[in-house]
């Protein structure tokens, strides 16, 4: 039988790279990506409402630090897919692609000093030659600056990045996964 979270991940891939090339697809036609964002976001919730009915039970039970965690994922979300859609308008899918996925720095980095989490020389080198390649991967090695688009994608994983860190003492604190992906 195959492992359930190697299947949520897969699918959550395959979703994310549909994701990318339908909204390029779609800010091609000169629609407004912050307006693009917001039906994103509102297909979405709909459609993590519809499914996870059985969660708001758990809403009564919430503390206020933890209301405060999940808006605060939800903006920095928010944040992220609209600073994420911009930038995907002015720069290229490929780009797109990759350099959210240096959201992995982010994490990491974020990780160690927030969570406290262990850091060694092997996580410090792996995360340099990401860097190393998403700089080359944006720029062809041409140039010093990636594209303002590009930057703007960085940021983004950036804020996805603190989002996910913001989910941690969440998850921890018994709060289910069904319920945090409501409010991201």
Not at 136 to 147: A, D
């Amino acid at each position: 039988m195959l492992n359930k979270r190697l299947i949520y991940v897969t699918l959550f891939s395959l979703f994310w790279a549909f994701y990318i090339v339908f909204g390029k697809f779609v800010l091609k036609t000169d629609v407004n990506p912050l307006v693009y964002s917001l039906q994103a976001y509102l297909i979405s919730t709909v459609v993590l409402l519809f499914f996870n009915l059985a969660t708001f039970k758990d809403i009564k039970r919430l503390s206020l630090n933890q209301w405060k965690y999940l808006l605060s994922i939800g903006v920095l979300l928010g944040i992220s897919v609209s600073l994420g859609n911009v930038g995907l308008k002015l720069s290229t899918s490929i780009n797109y692609g990759f350099l959210v996925k240096s959201s992995v720095v982010f994490t990491t980095l974020l990780a160690v000093i927030f969570l406290k989490e262990s850091w060694s020389k092997a996580k410090a080198s792996l995360l340099l030659l990401f860097l190393i390649g998403a700089y080359l991967m944006t720029t062809q090695g041409k140039v010093l600056i990636p594209r303002l688009g590009d930057l703007l994608i960085i940021t983004s994983a950036f804020f996805i990045s603190s989002s996910a860190i913001l989910q941690k003492p969440l998850l921890s604190q018994g709060i289910k996964p069904s319920l945090i992906a409501v409010f991201r």
